[in-house]
């Protein structure tokens, strides 16, 4: 089974300049994450999607951030325009569907967005 | 709100020596609780989770994990470490009805030396 996928692995940009990050969950899964993970510190959500609906976006910085998940799959995370500390990890994740807090979330290997 | 707390962010020790990762957790409501692993150049890997039950749960490499309700931790332990464990440990809560959501703690990284 393939697992989570994420590209670019790697990204560099000059502060105010807009980036997209794209995420292909496990095929049939039907809920999305979008996490953020700073340098020193543990992975934060920013945007949970169940099929293609808003769950949670209550951590997602919305004048800049904005994430869509178009027919229920594959998710992009744009960023417009960034900043000196959006500098992360990006990391997806999916789960086969959303319950009580008992579904396994399965990592892809992330994007690391630098911004100079 | 709910939030984790890991005592260590580094902890160094001998191949064959235990470990305990220590983490606690504040919330005012009901968790599931995680352990995630994250080995260099790779994505997060679940290790293992306490959903209900035993409060004692296992994971299929030698790690355990006990849940203390009265302390709010889960402190993940091994009786003897290898190299290959060398990583960095995500403690990580879920609150019950909370729709999957996790929120993790800042993490410890575990060091084996020969």
């Known amino acids: 089974e393939a697992g989570v996928a994420q590209s670019p692995r790697y990204k560099i940009i000059e502060k105010r300049q807009s980036v997209a990050f794209w995420c292909n969950p496990i095929s049939g899964h039907a809920t999305l994450y979008w996490y953020q993970q700073i340098l020193g510190q543990g992975p934060k959500l920013l945007i949970q999607?169940?099929?293609?609906?808003?769950?949670?976006d209550s951590q997602l910085p919305k004048d800049r951030f904005s994430a869509e998940r178009l027919k229920g799959v594959d998710s992009t995370l744009k960023i417009q325009p960034a900043k000196l500390e959006d500098s992360a990890v990006y990391l997806c994740a999916s789960s086969s569907r959303t319950t009580a807090g008992t579904d396994t979330q399965y990592f892809g290997p992330g994007t690391r967005l630098t911004v100079l | 709100a709910q939030s984790v707390t890991q005592l260590d962010s580094q902890v160094p020790v001998f191949e064959e020596a235990p470990v305990e990762l220590r983490c606690n957790y504040s919330?005012?409501?009901?968790?599931?609780l995680f352990w995630y692993v994250q080995y260099p150049n790779q994505g997060l890997q679940l290790l293992l989770k306490y959903l209900s039950g035993s409060t004692l749960v296992e994971s299929i490499n030698g790690f355990e994990a006990e849940f203390n309700k009265s302390q709010t931790s889960f402190h993940l332990r091994k009786p003897s470490v290898h190299i290959s464990d060398t990583a960095e440990y995500f403690c990580a809560v879920s609150p019950v009805g909370g729709y999957n959501k996790l929120i993790f703690g800042a993490g410890t990284r575990l060091a084996v030396h020969p």
């Open positions: 919330s005012s409501v009901s968790v599931y």
């Open positions: 999607f169940q099929n293609n609906g808003v769950v949670d």
